[in-house]
């Protein structure tokens, strides 16, 4: 059991090297050699643990996935249901530097799921997770006569996460024009459009 739990430890040891890499490098720079002396072990080490680069790689991604999730599981709830999805979303966005790092591997890794299946499983897979979360939330604020009956919470879920999405590529690409202050009201701004239009009076 023990001997089991260090070989995992070590393999998240190498995957947190990996993003490392990429996020500095970009996904050519991301070699064996330079993963293994950025975790400070031998390629020999990182070959026992993964088979493949192609391996490493999937183990990486999935890794900052699962860190990613916990992090959005940890997050407070509020006195509403639209501060917890504030707060939730607000976990995704690259306001440190652990979060802008992500992003940058995240994008890094996206074009990989148009050729590479496996990658294409795990991307869905996971997106499916947060999606399915946030759709919860929303019929929960439904029930509770937080939000609009008519609103459809998959059809918010998904606008949530595909505007969350754009205002972090924004951020980290155009910086100044989508600093942290704007994408930080602009995303309070949307949700108070969707909870403020038609939502029910007591």
Same mark, same amino acid.
């Given at each position: 059991? +023990?001997? =089991?739990?260090?070989?995992?430890a070590?393999?998240?040891?190498? *995957?947190?090297?990996?993003?490392?890499?990429i *996020?500095?490098?970009?996904? *050519?720079?991301? /070699?064996?050699?330079?993963?293994? %002396?950025?975790?400070?072990?031998s390629i020999?080490?990182?070959?026992?643990? @993964?088979?493949? /680069? !192609?391996?490493?790689?999937?183990?990486?991604?999935?890794?900052?996935?699962?860190?990613?999730?916990?992090?959005i599981?940890? =997050?407070?709830?509020? $006195?509403?249901?639209?501060?917890?999805?504030?707060?939730?979303? !607000?976990?995704?966005?690259?306001? !440190?530097?652990?979060?802008?790092?992500?992003?940058?591997?995240?994008?890094?890794?996206?074009?990989?799921?148009?050729?590479?299946?496996?990658?294409?499983?795990?991307? $869905?897979?996971?997106?499916?997770?947060?999606? !399915? *979360?946030? %759709?919860?939330?929303? #019929?929960? #604020? $439904?029930?509770?006569?937080?939000? &609009?009956?008519?609103?459809?919470?998959? &059809?918010? #879920?998904? +606008?949530?996460?595909?505007?969350?999405?754009g205002?972090?590529?924004?951020?980290? %690409?155009?910086?100044? &024009?989508?600093?942290? &202050?704007?994408?930080?009201?602009?995303? =309070?701004?949307?949700?108070?459009?969707? @909870?403020?239009?038609?939502?029910?009076?007591?």
């Amino acid at each position: 059991m +023990a001997r =089991t739990a260090d070989t995992e430890a070590r393999r998240r040891q190498v *995957a947190e090297a990996l993003l490392r890499v990429i *996020a500095r490098d970009g996904l *050519a720079g991301a /070699k064996l050699a330079s993963v293994a %002396a950025e975790a400070g072990v031998s390629i020999g080490l990182v070959q026992s643990y @993964f088979r493949s /680069k !192609d391996e490493l790689l999937r183990f990486g991604i999935e890794h900052m996935c699962t860190r990613a999730l916990e992090r959005i599981a940890e =997050t407070p709830h509020g $006195q509403t249901v639209r501060e917890t999805l504030l707060s939730v979303m !607000d976990t995704l966005l690259p306001l !440190d530097e652990d979060r802008r790092h992500e992003l940058a591997v995240w994008l890094a890794f996206l074009p990989t799921t148009l050729i590479d299946p496996e990658m294409r499983r795990i991307h $869905q897979a996971n997106s499916r997770q947060l999606l !399915d *979360a946030l %759709a919860a939330g929303f #019929a929960h #604020a $439904q029930e509770i006569g937080e939000l &609009d009956e008519r609103r459809d919470p998959h &059809d918010e #879920a998904a +606008a949530l996460a595909a505007f969350t999405d754009g205002l972090a590529v924004h951020h980290l %690409a155009t910086g100044d &024009d989508f600093d942290r &202050d704007r994408i930080q009201r602009l995303l =309070t701004n949307h949700l108070d459009r969707v @909870f403020s239009e038609g939502t029910r009076t007591p």
